[in-house]
Nanobody, 125 residues
Framework: QVHLVESGGGLVQAGDSLRLSCAASGRTFSSYFMGWFRQAPGKEREFVASIAWSGRNTYYTDSVKGRFTISRDNAKNTLYLQMNSLKPEDTAVYYC??????????????????WGQGTQVTVSS
């Protein structure tokens, strides 16, 4: 497994931007599919975006398409989520996750093996 630590969350206003980072331990980061999930109060954890090993292929849930961008820097063992045009409904704890097998189109929580502790994103209206 890989150890993951998220950062970059905060309190912003609607329309603002934030960039989340996820630092990964180990020398095999580039062999993992990576994903971002989020969990709002009283709701189940949901898929946000995923990225393949090379970073060339990405996948998003419909509600964030055109606003969020997932990327990775394998040399720095870091995953990113650039969030633009934030909305109050984006408020949640955001988690990064990693898995060694399957597809980047796997969007279930159970599809991922390793998780970070989460970072809070709050968007005020």
């Amino acid at each position: 497994q890989v150890h993951l630590v998220e950062s970059g969350g905060g309190l912003v206003q609607a329309g603002d931007s934030l960039r989340l980072s996820c630092a990964a331990s180990g020398r095999t980061f580039s062999s993992y599919f990576m994903g971002w999930f989020r969990q709002a109060p009283g709701k189940e954890r949901e898929f946000v975006a995923s990225i393949a090993w090379s970073g060339r292929n990405t996948y998003y849930t419909d509600s964030v398409k055109g606003r969020f961008t997932i990327s990775r820097d394998n040399a720095k063992n870091t995953l990113y989520l650039q969030m633009n045009s934030l909305k109050p409904e984006d408020t949640a704890v955001y988690y990064c996750a990693a898995k060694r097998s399957g597809s980047m189109y796997d969007t279930g929580v159970k599809d991922y093996d390793s998780w970070g502790q989460g970072t809070q994103v709050t968007v005020s209206s």
